[in-house]
């Protein structure tokens, strides 16, 4: 392993393409739009996720103008580093860093669900004691463990390998969406949509956290999170400056469809009542009598939490590997395999910190940051925009936003309101993680850098 050997370049735009549908399409559809439509939306749920895509699109514009711009730079701790200096950058991606790797750990935790369920349906569900980590009553998550340490050994040995896996993943979870659609279409009822609007855009529920469109925006916003990831292949990309821009906007702009799509129908089949459970679409299959469409979705699901690991992973291990190679981690974490070319110390690393995350610890109380870490993330990358615009005008930007700055400053507003609607025990829990980085900074990132 040597620190001069590059990654190698040998994405395509349909592979970030697919990238960016195997990180989004996944966790939003297949938990929380239940969660939020019975919890803080109803059937406007669908309203949330136009909402929340619109931030997420703004935000998307900025991350394709800068991806262009600045090539391989890390996502967007490299854009806040050149926009706003070393100290920003490198909280940005000390943020960036606990979102990713409690997004990989919360995820598999859903992931070892849908797969303990399928082996109960055979007759060979694992104890409780192997599927939840001892403070729920278990020994280990293990099935959480070693699905994160079989995505391991596949970074280790190639992003093309990866990308090809996403891909058929991709196709099993898309197919499962589409059956949905199409049978689930036929139970749709005009009298569960009324009321619509049950909680309004946004008040106080009974336990005073936030209630409305908006706060339910905010929490679905995390079915958002994974577009970030696609920036993160920059340097593996065989055309960045026209590849990763596509790639971006095409994957946010189809999963937008189908998340709006979704929710439209899962609201209109059973009562938003009935939909506070772990696995909405298959439960609202099975209430309606449609077992064996129930029993696909419940494969797609595994397929779709699957790839938004493979994916969010992947954009963790590359963002350790660009701070690493600038001097603000250690050096040793930016080594890369001179078989795979594959980042292969920080793959190692973050793989079995993760694991022994999602083996051993509850993610409730972590898994909420990972929205208030991607909405800063959000408002900085559209900032970078603007503040670049003005401080380095003449450099070449092979895509640019239209209509100025308007796009930029929108994506600005809609996130940091959202922002906005996010309990306030997150933002406690974030400011505590990001005064820890600022310390970290401080004592030793400079000094790393200095040597």
Not at 257 to 280: C, D, K, Q, R, W
Not at 288 to 309: D, E, H, P, R
Not at 327 to 336: C, D, K, M, R, W
């Amino acid at each position: 392993m040597r620190h001069e050997i590059e990654l190698k370049r040998v994405l395509s735009a349909w592979d970030l393409f697919f990238m960016g549908i195997g990180a989004i399409i996944g966790t939003g559809i297949f938990v929380l739009t239940g969660i939020a439509a019975a919890n803080q939306a109803g059937p406007a749920v669908v309203v949330s996720f136009i909402v929340a895509g619109l931030a997420a699109g703004f935000a998307a514009f900025a991350y394709a103008e800068l991806a262009g711009m600045l090539g391989g730079s890390g996502s967007a701790y490299g854009y806040a580093k050149t926009a706003f200096g070393d100290m920003v950058g490198w909280l940005i991606g000390w943020v960036l860093i606990l979102e990713y790797g409690v997004a990989v750990a919360a995820v598999s935790t859903g992931w070892s669900g849908y797969f303990n369920n399928g082996l109960q349906a055979i007759g060979l569900g694992l104890p409780v004691e192997l599927i939840a980590p001892p403070a729920s009553g278990g020994w280990i998550n293990l099935p959480a463990s070693l699905i994160i340490l079989t995505l391991m050994g596949l970074l280790l040995v190639g992003a093309k390998e990866g990308a090809r896996l996403n891909a058929v993943m991709v196709f099993v979870k898309l197919l499962s969406i589409a059956v949905f659609l199409i049978v689930g279409v036929g139970f749709v009822n005009l009298d569960n949509w009324s009321p619509f609007a049950p909680f309004g855009w946004f008040g106080e529920g009974a336990d005073g956290k936030p209630v409305g469109i908006l706060a339910a925006a905010s929490l679905v916003f995390f079915a958002y999170v994974g577009f970030d990831a696609v920036s993160t292949a920059t340097e593996e990309a065989k055309d960045p400056q026209r590849d990763v821009p596509k790639g971006l906007l095409w994957a946010l702009a189809a999963c937008s469809i189908i998340y709006i799509a979704v929710a439209s129908v899962l609201t209109g089949m059973v009562s938003f009542t009935e939909l506070n459970v772990p696995s909405p679409v298959a439960h609202a299959l099975q209430l309606v009598g449609l077992n064996w469409a129930s029993a696909l979705v419940a494969t797609g699901a595994i397929a779709g939490l699957t790839t938004v690991m493979l994916v969010l992973y992947y954009g963790l291990t590359r963002i350790i590997y660009a701070m690493s190679r600038d001097g603000h981690l250690p050096l040793t974490l930016s080594l890369v395999s001179e078989r795979y070319q594959t980042p292969s110390v920080a793959i190692v690393i973050s793989g079995v910190l993760i694991a022994l995350m999602a083996g051993f610890m509850p993610l409730s109380s972590l898994a909420e940051l990972v929205n208030a870490g991607t909405l800063s993330a959000f408002v900085l990358v559209c900032l970078a925009v603007v503040v670049l615009r003005r401080s380095q005008p003449d450099r070449h930007r092979p895509f640019i936003i239209p209509g100025g700055v308007t796009i930029p400053l929108l994506g600005i507003v809609f996130c940091g309101g959202l922002m906005a609607f996010l309990p306030a025990e997150t933002w406690w829990r974030f400011g505590m993680w990001v005064l820890l980085g600022a310390f970290i900074f401080a004592v030793y990132a400079r000094k790393l850098k200095a040597e």
